[in-house]
């Protein structure tokens, strides 16, 4: 259906053109209603048109390997999507589906050179509006990366959680029983033996009991602490190794697929030279 001039006047991408040029292209840029669920195309499809959303929503995604929904944009008034197949003459690269009821405005590749050659000026408009694809895109790509889990939990670490794992690990150390063997040793020595100084704590030593007994207590804290955020740490990575597992079962059926599909071929192949050499004999 023919556009209305006055429609596409409102159109970032058609703001520069006079009365004259926006009849002229309201006659050959049509109008599409879509209702809600709707899907405008599917990935892989031929692109052969560019659209304008005129009002309603369209939501662009595409699915990883893992087949889990990415959402690229929820395309909104005046926002344009679809450019790249149009331009570049491939599949699609994402799937459009409507939200809500949309109207739109096509053009087609001969409508696009008829602007620009009108207005050069509009290409940089069409170029913005790639632009701010592209910094969407690399967007998803910095959040969805999947990252070292260690260097993850390293930055939600608070400060008290990183000295619980730094005791945590002290504890365990070869210093750290060295540090105590001594200190018994020269306790127990101080109080036992006639060296010239005060016994503070005679045996039964019970102030080094109670000693120990707090130090055993926020020694095991501490290491249930650390315990606690390697668990968390476990998690993250089993999450991860899962992905990656579905991700490599994923890749192998593809691959089973193209063998298969090229067995498929070579044995037409074989088959159609049988009959050509059947022929000529």
Known sequence: MPSNPKDLAEVELFKLLDEEELNEFA????????????TIFNTGDQGESLYIVKSGEVELFIKDTAGQKIILKVATRDDLF????????RPRSATAVCLIDCELFVLDRDDLLLLFQKHPDSGLNML???????????NLLRTRVAR??????EEKFSTL??????IAWFSGSMHFLIINGLWFVIWISINTLPLGLPQFDPFPFGLLTMIVSLEAIFLSCFVLISQNRQ??????RSDVE???????????????????HIHEQMLERFSHLEKVLARKQ
């Open 82 to 89: 679809g450019e790249i197949s149009m331009l570049d003459n």
């Open 161 to 166: 959680q990183r000295i619980s794992d730094w």
């Open 128 to 138: 913005a509006a790639i632009c701010g694809m592209l910094r969407e895109a690399d």
């Open 148 to 153: 070292n889990v260690n260097v993850e939990m």
């Open 27 to 38: 006659a050959v840029v049509d109008t599409e209603t879509m209702t809600a669920g709707g």
């Open 231 to 236: 668990s968390e740490k476990d998690h993250i």
């Open 242 to 260: 899962y992905e990656v597992n579905v991700q490599a079962e994923l890749e192998i059926a593809h691959l089973h697929e193209k063998i298969d």
